[in-house]
């Protein structure tokens, strides 16, 4: 496929960022030169990308739900009621303890 026109290009220019490892560092990145193809493609594939990264998220919080629901329902009452009560407090906590202890 050809080179399309320069009209048609969009030309990007990032700007300096530092190094995590070495703060003193600049790192500057030689300017991008798109076409309308290319943002189409990267439109598509990231798209694609946060579809996989929302859905990995929802099976994470899917999971949570699962196994520490229980903790969390008890937890929730115990914090929203005017006087929680200390034992179920400590019971979730324990309960919460364990979950983590178990699944590490």
């Not at 300096?16 to 594939?45: C, G, K, M, N, V």
């Not at 694609?48 to 969390?72: K, M, N, S, T």
């Amino acid at each position: 496929m050809d080179d399309p026109s320069p009209e048609a290009c969009v030309e990007l220019t990032l700007v300096p960022f530092r190094s995590t490892s070495d703060p003193d560092a600049e790192i500057s990145a030689e300017p991008l030169r798109i076409t309308p193809a290319d943002l189409l493609r990267l439109h598509l594939e990231s798209d694609l990308a946060l579809g996989e990264i929302r859905a990995e998220v929802r099976q994470a919080e899917i999971e949570y739900r699962r196994r520490l629901g229980r903790w969390y329902e008890e937890g929730r009452a115990a914090a929203e009621s005017r006087e929680p009560e200390v034992s179920l407090l400590v019971r979730v906590l324990e309960g919460l303890r364990r979950q983590v202890l178990t699944s590490v």
